[in-house]
């Protein structure tokens, strides 16, 4: 239980350009996820909440406008690099907050890899 | 603020032996959550072990335990009988109740040699 895909695992393109990543929950429903991004050895950074249903919650420092996510159901959140340059190059990792085993816990996807050319 | 602190960026260990990776933490709250995640090549985080800072009792999972220590805000992990798909980064995490947000530490790689 609790798996969280992720689409696609890597992108590239060019600058400009604007890619969509979906996050998914496949076998359990989750009101909250979470979008990270990673560096190479580093570790993640919390970009924003997403809140089905409502506005997603940005940290400080992370552009709304060029960093677009969508919970439009339970079971899937999106992220769309908007105006994508190579700064935006990174790893970006979702979670969604699942509700197993009576306890609240952060499951995680496998990542997609963005290459911005 | 919350803050994670893992000391060891890197750590080793021989298959089959014993390792403990440190992580250390700040918080002025009573009532939170521990997580050790693991990150191997793949990149796919994994939780290993969760710890409630209200329960006193060490958290087990099969080969892995934690050293809580809560007044000295200490959280290690113990990993037995290291294998070779233990090799991976290690993160510490931190989150407090009623919120959602995990804090999480820089990371330790462990390397396991056969």
């Known amino acids: 239980g609790a798996v969280v895909s992720q689409h696609p695992s890597w992108v590239i393109c060019k600058s400009g350009t604007s890619v969509k990543i979906e996050c998914r929950s496949l076998d359990f429903q989750a009101t909250t996820m979470f979008w990270y991004r990673q560096f190479p050895k580093q570790s993640l950074m919390l970009m924003a909440t997403s809140n089905e249903g409502s506005k997603a919650t940005y940290e400080q420092g992370v552009e709304k406008d060029k960093f677009l996510i969508n919970h439009a159901s339970l079971t899937l959140s999106t992220l769309t690099v908007t105006s994508a340059h190579p700064e935006d190059s990174s790893f970006y990792i979702c979670?969604?907050?699942?509700?197993?085993?009576?306890?609240?816990?952060?499951?995680f996807g496998p990542g997609t890899r963005l290459t911005v050319l | 603020a919350q803050t994670v602190t893992q000391s060891q960026p890197e750590m080793s260990v021989q298959e089959a032996e014993t390792v403990t990776l440190s992580c250390t933490y700040d918080?002025?709250?009573?009532?939170?959550?521990l997580f050790w995640y693991k990150q191997p090549p793949s990149r796919q985080m994994i939780l290993v072990i969760r710890q409630e800072a209200y329960k006193q009792q060490n958290a087990t999972e099969n080969r892995f335990s934690v050293n809580f220590q809560k007044a000295a805000k200490s959280f290690s992990l113990k990993i037995s009988d290291s294998q070779l798909g233990d090799a991976a980064m290690y993160f510490c995490a931190y989150r407090r109740r009623n919120t959602d947000k995990l804090i999480f530490g820089t990371g330790t790689r462990l390397q396991v040699f056969p």
């Open positions: 979670s969604a907050l699942g509700y197993l085993l009576r306890t609240d816990t952060q499951y």
């Open positions: 918080t002025s709250e009573s009532d939170y959550y």
